[in-house]
């Protein structure tokens, strides 16, 4: 079983893994994986709410995985910021079905652009469930559904850490958008 929780940043999708964690019995047959691209706080899955975090194991590419936890017996695997790992999805659908492992895995959806991140397609398109979080617009406090980056000097996707970032409702990512580019409805009517 795979089962995903995404969202835009500040969501609590780490505080879904952990929750997830908390209520299983045997936490020998557990192991949490995080990609080495994030190694903010070390290898821990954690978040301000819960006392409780998760130590896991860096890894760059999801076929690593197996290695770790075939020969442990592990029945649960917990993977926080899946956006960021690369490989082949396919390894996650051989591990719970011939192996019986379920998945927890929680990552971003979209980029700070609004584009589906990395390999976040392809583990929703292997997950069974997936859950997708919002969190609190920083500007009005409705539900959040993107991340946004409002400083200038960003190269690429994967720049990690909490600064300059914050997660928006739709109408307020519109007021910054047209804020940093008033043309841009124009341009999308073909009128600019
Ligand atoms: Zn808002």
Not at 9 to 17: H, R, T, V
Not at 58 to 75: Q, R, S, T, Y
């Amino acid at each position: 079983m795979i089962r995903t929780f995404v969202g835009p940043m500040y969501s609590g999708k780490s505080d879904a893994l952990i929750s997830t964690y908390l209520r299983i019995w045997n936490k020998n047959l557990v192991m949490a994986f995080k990609p080495e691209a994030d190694t903010r706080d070390g290898a821990m899955i954690k978040s301000k709410n819960y006392d409780t975090a998760i130590k896991a194991i860096a890894i760059k590419d999801i076929g690593e995985i197996k290695k770790h936890v075939i020969p442990n017996n592990i029945k649960t695997v917990f993977i926080d910021e899946a956006q960021l790992l690369e490989g082949d999805v396919k390894e996650l659908v051989d591990l719970s079905v011939l192996f019986d492992i379920d998945f927890y895995i929680a990552g971003l959806n979209m980029t700070s652009e609004q584009k589906p991140f990395g390999i976040i397609n392809d583990i929703l398109a292997v997950s069974d469930e997936v859950s997708v979080i919002n969190g609190f617009c920083q500007d009005c406090n409705k539900p959040s559904r993107y991340s946004y980056y409002y400083l200038d000097d960003k190269k690429g996707d994967v720049l990690v850490g909490d600064t300059g970032y914050v997660s928006l409702c739709p109408a307020c990512l519109k007021r910054r958008l047209l804020e940093k580019d008033a043309t841009l409805i124009k341009r999308y009517r073909g009128e600019a």
